[in-house]
């Protein structure tokens, strides 16, 4: 065969036929198949490494079943810091055979891998989002709102036999586990996250349309600099959390 032939080959080979062809390919002196037998055995060991965090992180979700709670849901909210815009909350339950390599804390993923991410959860998970608008944001402040949208998005789930939430304690009867930095400990709350994440970022492309000035597509309401400008030139739109600094003072 021709190394482009070998090389297309490679692409479709699966891990679990990799090393009877290895040996095979080992037998080749050409350096440029020497060559792709490097290449792909990084890749396998790279994808090796993603699935073996991926498995280390259901350990909480594998817990729980063995007690025997088989509905293990994942929550976890976005936006509790920024000047404008809801705060969202996500809850997921993901099916036995779930796999995304790469999942993680949204914030550590691309923009791309959060998407193709997102897409897959809604396609395979049941999922229940919570969101709660700024002008409740300021009656109640932004803790209990979070808890508000984690509930709401609890709710849509339906049943839950037991929940894993991204750092906080919710006044629920169902079973619960508190978790620091959830979403980079468990792949349920890195789910929730992907999905809280994806969903308020794109009404905050949305509000940037309606809301020019801002920079809201860029910053999803953080107080970033061009914010804090648009804030100084346009003034406080109602999309602002007027409880906020330094809108509360404007």
Known sequence: MTIQQIKQQLQQIRYEEWNQLKSTLSQDPRAGVQTLIRQKERQFEREQALREDF??????EREW?????????????????????????????????????????????????????????IEVAVVGVGIVEPATIDDINIYESTKLAMMEAIRQVGEVDALLIDA???????????????????????????????????????????????????????????????????????????????????
């Open 55 to 60: 498995e280390r992180r259901m350990i909480y």
């Open 65 to 121: 079943k063995h007690k025997g709670y088989t509905r293990v849901v994942g929550v976890d909210e976005v936006g509790r810091g920024p000047l404008a815009g809801p705060v969202v909350a996500a809850a997921v339950l993901l099916p036995e055979d779930f796999y995304i390599a790469g999942l993680n804390d949204s914030k550590k993923m691309t923009k791309s891998a959060r998407y193709e991410a997102y897409d897959q959860i």
């Open 168 to 250: 906080m304690n919710l006044e629920l009867d169902t079973p619960q586990q508190s978790l620091i930095k959830g979403d980079t400990l468990s792949v349920s709350i890195a789910a929730a996250s992907v999905v809280a994440k994806v969903v308020r970022d794109r009404m905050m492309e949305a509000y940037d349309l309606t809301y020019p000035g801002y920079g809201f597509a860029k910053n999803a309401g953080y107080g970033t600099e061009a914010h804090l400008d648009g804030l100084r030139r346009l003034g406080v739109t109602p999309i602002h959390r007027r409880s906020f600094a330094p809108i509360k003072y404007m």
